[in-house]
């Protein structure tokens, strides 16, 4: 059981997709985890279940920080929830364990339904996931791993080009197939038009990508 207070991202398939993707990574025990863009908390808590050290969720909404806190408490937890864009509130540290559920619905100003920062990722839904696989691998120690989910029509490509450019080894290593939500619904027009989904579809693939840093450069 975790609150959720409102505007803050629900918990989800994506997510427990993550949670599974944690436990099969594992996490090393004493681990530094950071669990970015965190909304309820759950992952940092399966992560802190999972045999970490430390860990720590950022996420830039106040209500998402209060609620992680309040599901830290509840679930008697010790976790450092941070408020702030990304990983700006932890500049400077590194971890060895990074798990990441970013907003990634695509949106255009013509959509029936207002965007929410929990699930709007821009014009193409990379607004926040390309920033992302940017940062996060300055943030990894040697032999650190990134775990991060999306949907393949976000362009799955893409992400293992980026981390794979950054110098991570990066491949998807979960999948699930997903009926579409009442957001995905009320997009589907604009994300057809856009050629991201196809006409008439109703259903999205989950993909989960595992990126790794070497242990040496």
């Known amino acids: 059981m975790v609150i959720r207070a409102p505007g803050v991202y629900r918990p989800q398939r994506d997510t427990w997709l993550l949670v599974r993707a944690l436990r099969l990574a594992p996490v090393p025990p004493g681990a530094r985890v950071l669990d970015v ?3 309820t908390g759950v992952l940092a808590l ?3 279940r999972e045999g970490a050290g430390s860990v720590t969720a950022v996420d830039i909404s106040r209500r998402a920080v209060l609620t992680a806190r309040a599901n830290a408490a509840l679930h008697r937890v010790p976790l450092r929830v941070l408020r702030g864009d990304l990983l700006e509130p932890v500049a400077g540290e ?3 364990v990074i798990v990441a559920n970013p907003p990634y619905v695509a949106w255009r100003s013509r959509a029936r339904v ?3 920062r929990a699930w709007c990722g821009g014009a193409d839904g990379r607004l926040v996931l390309d920033r992302l696989c940017a940062a996060a691998p300055r943030c ?3 032999g650190g791993i990134l775990l991060v989910v999306h949907p393949a029509w976000c362009g799955v490509g893409r992400t293992l080009g980026l981390l794979r450019g950054a ?6 290593v979960d999948r699930c197939l997903e009926p579409f939500g009442p957001i995905m619904r009320a997009l589907a ?4 038009d856009r050629g991201l989904i196809d006409a008439g579809q109703r259903t999205e693939e989950l993909v989960v990508i595992h990126a ?3 242990l040496r450069p």
């Open 167 to 172: 110098g991570m080894k990066a491949a998807v």
């Open 212 to 214: 790794a840093r070497p």
């Open 94 to 96: 590194s971890f060895d």
């Open 37 to 39: 863009c965190s909304g």
């Open 114 to 116: 207002r965007p929410s």
């Open 140 to 142: 990894l120690s040697p």
């Open 189 to 192: 027009p604009v994300l057809c």
């Open 46 to 48: 399966a992560a802190a």
